[in-house]
């Protein structure tokens, strides 16, 4: 007896769902040293993190009490650029100002 192999078609719907994450947000950290002078923090501020100069100033006071405060908050490549640009402008003035970039 020979055997017959019935195949069958299976048709199934699938429905493929793309999840969209939003992009991790990373803080920038301003540092305190006992070299970098205000008016330096404060030029970054508004210049480089675009902030109002009272904003900036509060942010500047917030670092030199506390030892480090939020300079802003960016995509990775965004908080890397501003990192990047405010720690060669520092260098060029002989500043030792430090940032750095963490999650948020």
Known sequence: MDKYIMETNIVTKQK????IKKPKNYKVVMYNDD??????????LVN???KKLVEAEKIM???H???KGVAGIYSYDIA????STAMSMAKEDGFPFKLTVEEA
């Open 16 to 19: 493929d769902e793309v999840k």
């Open 61 to 63: 006071i917030d670092v």
């Open 35 to 44: 070299y970098t002078t205000m008016e330096f923090v404060i030029n970054i």
């Open 80 to 83: 890397i650029t501003k990192v």
């Open 48 to 50: 480089v993190f675009n």
């Open 65 to 67: 009490k506390r030892g």
